[in-house]
């Protein structure tokens, strides 16, 4: 007996022109933002209070970036933590990972210590990239348990122009660096002009090791894939 799903009964509530079926072919999440620098590099990519920055700049930095995680010995298949609010490090990070042929473990800035070892440990991630106000917060040596090798910390005031008013959200705020971590723009200013080898990224390479909620059980790694998001793009896009 033939499956209901063969017949696809849901395509009769599809509006008039949406197409039934999606061709993606060698396209990843990286391949994606790629195509978006060259062809939009002065574009805005990302607004952060009353400033923007490009799709260019986002290249420019995450290039760099990618090259010093290649010289800390990361490579293609390895984990990173990326434990961040809202702020243009994160796409940077994630660029940058991707760049290196790395798989992004994004993660609630909220978690304690006790959330991070479970994560680190079970994700085997070797590196730690987080807000240094968050690090600021923590007792780090749980990490002497876990994989983490490197942890690098970054400001929420570090990517505003230079000569910007601090936003009133930060006011107060000020960027300090906890011991034995590396600062993110440190790391971009060292690697300027580099970025790490061309990883060959395929749809099948994941891209986010993302963690369930853990309401039933321990959280649970679930593999999202680059041909995923580079087809959920396409999907959004049409709809």
């Given amino acids: 007996m033939a499956s209901i799903y063969e017949g696809r009964p849901w395509l009769k509530n599809y509006p008039a022109g949406m197409p039934h ?93 006790k959330e991070l070892s479970y994560l680190c440990k079970d994700s085997a991630a070797r590196l730690l990239l987080t807000l240094d106000e968050i690090a600021g917060r923590l007792d780090l040596s749980f990490l002497k348990d876990t994989s983490i090798e490197k942890v690098v910390t970054t400001s929420a005031l570090d990517l505003l122009p230079p000569e910007a008013e601090i936003p009133g959200l930060l006011k107060g705020l000020k960027k300090m660096k906890a011991p034995g971590t590396e600062d993110m723009l440190d790391l971009i200013r060292t690697f300027d002009g580099k970025k790490a080898d061309d990883p060959r990224i395929t749809p099948e390479d994941v891209a986010y090791l993302t963690y369930t909620s853990g309401t039933t059980g321990p959280p649970k790694g679930a593999m999202n894939t680059h041909g995923n998001i580079a087809f959920n793009a396409r999907v959004y896009r049409q709809m």
């Fill in 21 to 113: 079926d999606l061709i993606v072919q060698n396209d990843t999440a990286l391949s994606d933002f790629l195509v978006s620098a060259g062809e939009r590099s002065g574009n805005a990519a990302v607004c952060y209070f009353d400033h923007t920055l490009s799709y260019g700049e986002i290249d420019r930095l995450s290039n760099h970036l990618s090259a010093a995680f290649a010289d800390m010995g990361l490579e293609r298949g390895d984990r990173i933590i990326v434990d961040l609010q809202n702020v243009p490090q994160f796409p940077v990070a994630v660029y940058a990972a991707w760049k290196a042929g790395l798989i992004v473990v994004p993660i609630n800035p909220m978690y304690k210590e």
